[in-house]
């Protein structure tokens, strides 16, 4: 009987974190691994393609790995149908641009002396 009840114990223990993490991603408060800056993307090409506010995600970060240069023009476009995006370009932890024009295509060129990155 002791044998029994241990086995199931350790069963339902064992189901419980193995279904733990997928319920714990569902929902609008879904944390995915890009919501913070110090848990940002790491970017090494010249294109991020993404997709934003499936299921209440409304932020993403990214981190650029110097591709971008010192004086680097960006272009954020998306479908004005479907949403407005816009983007926050930071050198390390200061704010030094912003796309949020309304249309699609919004470009603009800013200068970063330190680490890249875009909060859209």
Known sequence: ???TL???LVALALLFFALAPAVAQEGP???ES????????????LTIDGEIGRQGDQDDWFVLQGQEGYNPTFT???N????DVDMEVYSDD???????????????????????????
């Open 76 to 78: 954020l476009t998306y």
């Open 29 to 31: 408060d879904e944390n």
């Open 1 to 3: 009987m002791r044998i």
């Open 6 to 8: 241990s086995i199931t």
């Open 94 to 120: 200061e704010v030094i641009g912003s796309l949020t024009s309304t249309g699609s295509p919004d470009s603009g060129e800013f200068e970063v002396p330190g680490t890249c990155y875009l909060h859209v």
């Open 34 to 45: 890009n919501d913070t800056m110090n848990t940002a993307d790491s970017i090494d090409g």
């Open 80 to 83: 004005v149908d479907d949403c």
